[in-house]
T-cell receptor, first 115, second 113 residues
Framework: AQTVTQSQPEMSVQEAETVTLSCTYD???????LFWYKQPPSRQMILVIR??????QNATENRFSVNFQKAAKSFSLKISDSQLGDAAMYFC????????????FGAGTRLTVKP | KAGVTQTPRYLIKTRGQQVTLSCSPI?????VSWYQQTPGQGLQFLFEYFSETQRNKGNFPGRFSGRQFSNSRSEMNVSTLELGDSALYLCASSSGDSFYEQYFGPGTRLTVT
């Protein structure tokens, strides 16, 4: 079964600085999708960024970018120019490209942004 | 477009009772997935419905069931509630394509006493 591991339960960053959240996953499949979700204190989960495994180019969405290392099964999220509104729980998620597989989430990393 | 809505937002039930939670997906979305979120177990996938059929199922006991209606609205039912069922239940909708973005609702906070 696929597993997703986020080894950093908590992270802290100074406003305007850069922070990287780690995520590793275990799978025997070659075709899959990876996601980073953000869950602010209000609890509504929001998709931050996604990556197709077949794409070598790392995804980027404004201040958010990923470092996707397929061979190492690593999918880290980099947040540049951190803002107070970035404070939230961040979840890494994996989904197989096959329709019969569910979405697997990591345990989450709580990010604190210090003013 | 209106977002994913879940009702009720909060619920308190007693052990042994049953509960039904509702989820209305974004208009046009045909897939609805349910997740259980607890501090100890994190986010766990319950099941996914697509066009009124259960397409995927997580590793939960048969007390957890669901269904989807022709308008894509979905309900989740938990029978014979246990204290351990206390959790935030999240619903997410998507278009249902193999590579899709899931949009989450605000969740239903269920407390079992």
């Amino acid at each position: 079964a696929q597993t997703v591991t986020q080894s950093q339960p908590e992270m802290s960053v100074q406003e305007a600085e850069t922070v990287t959240l780690s995520c590793t996953y275990d799978t025997s499949e070659s075709d899959y999708y990876l996601f980073w979700y953000k869950q602010p204190p209000s609890r509504q989960m929001i998709l931050v960024i996604r990556q197709e495994a077949y794409k070598q180019q790392n995804a980027t969405e404004n201040r958010f970018s990923v470092n996707f290392q397929k061979a190492a099964k690593s999918f880290s999220l980099k947040i540049s120019d951190s803002q107070l509104g970035d404070a939230a729980m961040y979840f890494c998620a994996y989904r197989s490209a096959n329709n019969n597989n569910d979405m697997r989430f990591g345990a989450g990393t709580r990010l604190t942004v210090k003013p | 477009k209106a977002g994913v809505t879940q009702t009720p937002r909060y619920l308190i039930k007693t052990r042994g009772q049953q509960v039904t939670l509702s989820c209305s997906p974004i208009s046009g979305h045909r897939s609805v997935s349910w997740y259980q979120q607890t501090p100890g177990q994190g986010l766990q996938f319950l099941f996914e419905y697509f066009s009124e059929t259960q397409r995927n199922k997580g590793n939960f006991p048969g007390r957890f069931s669901g269904r989807q209606f022709s308008n894509s609205r979905s309900e989740m039912n938990v029978s014979t509630l246990e204290l351990g069922d206390s959790a935030l239940y999240l619903c997410a909708s998507s278009s249902g394509d193999s590579f899709y973005e899931q949009y989450f609702g605000p969740g239903t906070r269920l407390t079992v006493t």
